[in-house]
Nanobody, 118 residues
Framework: VQLQAYGGGLVQTGGSLRLSCVVS????????MGWFRQAPGKEREFVAG????????YYADSVKGRFAISRDNAKTAVYLQMNSLKPEDTAVYYC????????????WGQGTQVTVSS
């Protein structure tokens, strides 16, 4: 299973970005998907997650109301729409996949850099 994340970049405070993650191999429709981020000098943290069917969505408190996760099973892709970006959102963002039988995210993409300038 391979995950390819893209869409990061440099944006000013208050701006928006949309991250995409395309998954190849495996059975995408059976995976819960998530987005995580890691800022310099900090541990990786959960940002958002979506169930395999898209009916259940979770957000970290720090991004609620600003970020939106979605998925398109036909395109084997998961997205993260990020609005009202803040400098503290600067990090490398990773997409991850979790099989139904697992309690852990087992599949990880390579990460895409998001930098929010003040």
């Amino acid at each position: 299973v391979q995950l390819q994340a893209y869409g990061g970049g440099l944006v000013q405070t208050g701006g928006s970005l949309r991250l995409s993650c395309v998954v190849s191999g495996g059975t995408f429709g059976s995976y819960a998907m998530g987005w995580f981020r890691q800022a310099p000098g900090k541990e990786r943290e959960f940002v958002a997650g979506i169930s395999w069917g898209g009916s259940t969505i979770y957000y970290a408190d720090s991004v609620k109301g600003r970020f939106a996760i979605s998925r398109d099973n036909a395109k084997t892709a998961v997205y993260l729409q990020m609005n009202s970006l803040k400098p503290e959102d600067t990090a490398v963002y990773y997409c991850a996949g979790q099989r139904r039988s697992s309690t852990l995210y087992e599949y990880w993409g390579q990460g895409t850099q998001v930098t929010v300038s003040s």
